[in-house]
């Protein structure tokens, strides 16, 4: 909701409030079925984990609707929605992402996820609704250095209910293994290398 809450602010003077963003409900889906929430991870570009885009969100839920990012009519030009009127290809692109959202919502709601953490999502939501709109500056996509889709987390490990099969595991994310592992592969290589 970050890009069209901004869009819709800054083209047409509407204010969003009171979006529930799918990223955002995203991680509470995933924290209530056991995950552990996204931490500082040392092989990141902040520290954070990146945001998951709508494909991906779409992909973990096995969703019927398609996100076709391939003939995106924005992909190589972002004024693409400043055109007036729209093109075709743009109205359908548009229609499915609503279409798309909808699904996600769908899915997402099955999830039952408990008011506690739903009141963490609408805090975060809130958040990124004016996250591009409020700023100083305008973010320059791709070349912004300022900016990153980092995924933060909603809820601290410390939160996460006592019987939350994540819980003071101690252990390191499956990210932070996979790192992990292929540095080590790297630095065997390099040992081998040097002998």
């Known amino acids: 909701c970050r890009s069209d809450s901004d869009a819709l602010f800054h083209q047409f003077g509407v204010a969003l409030s009171g979006v529930l963003d799918l990223q955002v409900y995203d991680q509470a889906v995933r924290i209530h079925c056991g995950e552990k929430p996204p931490k500082k991870n040392v ?76 009141q963490k999502v609408a805090a975060h939501s809130k958040r990124y609704e004016g996250m591009f ?32 099969p994540q819980r003071s595991r101690g252990e390191s994310s499956y990210t932070e293994q996979k790192w992990d592992k292929a540095i080590d592969n790297l630095r065997s290589k390099n040992l081998n290398a040097a002998f």
């Open 43 to 118: 092989y990141t570009v902040h520290g954070l984990p990146m945001l998951s885009n709508m494909e991906k969100v779409s992909q973990r839920y096995a969703c019927s609707a398609k996100v076709d990012k391939v003939t995106a009519p924005h992909k190589y030009n972002l004024n693409v929605w400043k055109k007036r009127p729209l093109e075709e290809s743009s109205i359908k692109y548009a229609a499915n992402d609503v279409h798309v959202i909808k699904v996600l919502w769908v899915e997402m709601e099955k999830a039952s996820i408990p008011d506690a953490l739903m």
């Open 133 to 164: 709109r409020d700023r100083a500056r305008e973010v320059k996509y791709f070349q912004d250095k300022d900016f990153v889709m980092e995924e933060h987390a909603i809820i601290s490990e410390d939160e996460l209910p006592a019987n939350h």
